[in-house]
């Protein structure tokens, strides 16, 4: 089945704990993008990846780091997490950045 | 400046109805725009997906317009069910290489019984 896979679901962590999220995709997409949502703000996008070892800002980097090494796999880390990093994630894949996209199930991330 | 605005921020009606939701953009230039449905806590999943020379594309239930030249889009859900609560979402991609996606907050719809 084709999917974007991320995980965890839900994490609960404290204040500069570092922390990575992973995401997977079998699809052989070489686009792949975070984004954040929050109440009231809707889906804000992280970072993006055009292809392997190909990284980019978004709109809201700040605080976060992601890497490329192979084209199914694009974890975010958190090197050292805040409480206004709280939020809802998502991890998405696209064959091509402006067609497409499918989405993760979401990590809810809780910074204490 | 790159925007999507949805409107109403959120609906309430009841099972059984119609109703349409709205997007007007400012994105430029245009590639394709993109309904999602997002049920709550869940990723959002792709409705349907329209290009510049579409004006209209159906998925079940669901039928989305396209006017690329005033830039709006709507959504109307026929015959709505409980499973449609969700938020639905509209996204405008620029072309390969261009703007990324922008996305619009979202309408909340809450179909009751």
């Known amino acids: 089945e084709a999917q974007v896979t991320q995980n965890p679901r839900y994490l609960i962590t404290v204040t500069g704990k570092k922390l990575t999220v992973t995401c997977s995709q079998n699809m052989n997409h070489e686009y792949m993008s975070w984004y954040r949502q929050d109440p009231g703000l809707g889906l804000r996008q992280i970072y993006y990846?055009?292809?392997?070892?190909?990284?980019d800002k978004g709109d809201v980097p700040e605080g976060y780091k992601v890497s490329r090494k192979e084209k199914r796999n694009f974890p975010l880390i958190l090197e050292s997490p805040s409480p206004n990093q709280t939020s809802l994630y998502f991890c998405?894949?696209?064959?091509?950045?402006?067609?497409?996209?499918?989405f993760g199930s979401g990590t809810r991330l809780t910074v204490v | 400046k790159n925007q999507v605005e949805q409107s109403p921020q959120s609906l309430i009606i009841l099972e059984g109805k119609n109703c349409t939701l709205q997007?007007?953009?400012?994105?430029?230039?245009?590639?394709?725009l993109r309904w999602y449905k997002q049920d709550t806590g869940r990723g959002p999943v792709s409705l349907t997906i329209m290009t510049f020379s579409e004006n209209t594309k159906s998925n079940g239930r669901y039928t989305a317009t396209l006017d690329a030249d005033t830039k709006q889009s709507s959504l109307h859900i026929t015959a709505s069910q409980l499973s449609d609560s969700a938020s639905y979402i509209c996204v405008v991609s620029g072309p390969p290489g261009n703007t990324p996606l922008v996305f619009g907050k979202g309408t909340r719809l809450s179909v009751i019984a």
């Open positions: 998405a894949s696209s064959p091509q950045g402006y067609y497409g996209y499918t």
């Open positions: 997007c007007n953009y400012t994105v430029s230039p245009f590639s394709n």
């Open positions: 990846s055009m292809n392997v070892e190909v990284t």
